[in-house]
């Protein structure tokens, strides 16, 4: 009977520890809410898919994100590149009804939210312009002093 208790508060202990905080972000620019648990940061925007991909591959060219793989074909949508600390950077983009979209940022293995909320802003920023095409880095634009190269 003892041990039984020991072993629940054990695994309680453990759950507990393991499991990461719910919290809510608010931007302070744009008022978009978004929600950050189970390392990801979640939120819905009045925003056709296109136009927040588009956004999103912007975002991480300002922030010069080391891109990897990016694509969206109007249902979904992904990115996926690399900081400077070698942490994976994932977003993943959702259509919902009515031109609306669902995206999440992760960064790193055990997320990061400080990242996830200046990739959101970023992002957010460039929903607000929607200027121009999106850029497109490329491996040989880097500099050839480059520490990336």
Known sequence: MKSDIMVLA???LAGGLLMSGCSTYRSP???EEAHYGCE???TELNVPIGEVYAAARRATCELRLRPMRAAEDGISGE???FDAQRDTVE???GALPEGRTVMSIRVGVFGDK???VVLLERILENLGQQEGPTPVAQWNDLPIGSPLR
């Open 29 to 31: 620019a744009t008022g």
């Open 40 to 42: 990801r940061l979640k």
């Open 79 to 81: 990115i996926t590149a």
């Open 10 to 12: 054990a695994l309680g």
């Open 114 to 116: 400080n990242k996830s």
């Open 91 to 93: 977003i993943r983009l």
